[in-house]
């Protein structure tokens, strides 16, 4: 079964700093994967997907088949980013998405 | 703020009662979800559907149940069987095809006493 895990729960950087946070998935073939945000007090949001190839925000993320990963990555960031971030993959060649336990981000100012 | 519509935002019972919450949507998506969200857990897919009048259970569907009877509408009912209720249940809907991404509504916290 398709499985999407973030191991950090909580993630705390500086503004300014480099953030990374990291996404693994179990997946045979190839995948759609999406990183979702929820920012306080608003509704959980798209934030990128794999397909598009864009970068949200000065967020990017690459798929990499070899270590299975959908890291998100920003290379300064900002108090704004702070929030919470769920990876997700659809299940089983379906609509059904399977999400992470998500991750916390906080940047300090 | 159109789009998804989840009523109301926060809703209070005693235990042994059944509950509905609500979801409607004015996208004309075809697919919608239920999710609930407890705090490390993530997002565990309860129920959806992916046409009018069909739907089909998730991963943690005992103890809910939900109806299909118009595209706009997607309700779930929390029954007195579900052992642990009192949680943020989020309604999402997408075109459904294609890997379309899903857009959600601002959710229910659901609290059972």
């Known amino acids: 079964a398709q499985r999407v895990t973030q191991p950090e729960k909580l993630l705390s950087v500086f503004k300014g700093a480099p953030v990374e946070l990291k996404c693994n998935y179990s997946y045979s073939g190839s995948p759609e994967l999406f990183w979702y945000v929820q920012y306080s007090r608003q509704r959980l949001q798209l934030l990128l997907r794999h397909i598009s190839r864009e970068s949200i925000k000065g967020f990017t993320a690459d798929l990499n088949k070899g270590e299975t990963s959908f890291h998100l990555k920003k290379p300064f960031a900002q108090e704004e980013d702070s929030a919470m971030y769920y990876c997700a993959l659809p299940q089983g060649g379906s609509e059904k998405l399977v999400f992470g336990k998500g991750t916390k981000l906080t940047v300090n100012p | 703020d159109g789009g998804i519509t989840q009523s109301p935002k926060y809703l209070f019972r005693k235990e042994g009662q059944n509950v509905t919450l609500s979801c409607e949507q004015n996208l004309n998506h075809d697919a919608m979800y239920w999710y609930r969200q407890d705090p490390g857990q993530g997002l565990r897919l309860i129920y959806y559907?992916?046409?009018?009048?069909?739907?089909q259970k998730g991963d943690i569907a005992e103890g809910y149940s939900v109806s299909r009877e118009k595209k706009e509408s997607f309700p779930l009912t929390v029954t007195s069987a579900q052992k642990n209720p009192t949680a943020f249940y989020l309604c999402?809907?997408?075109?459904?095809?294609?890997?379309?991404?899903?857009?959600f509504g601002n959710g229910t916290r659901l609290t059972v006493t």
């Open positions: 559907s992916q046409i009018v009048n069909d739907f």
């Open positions: 999402a809907s997408s075109i459904g095809r294609g890997n379309s991404p899903l857009h």
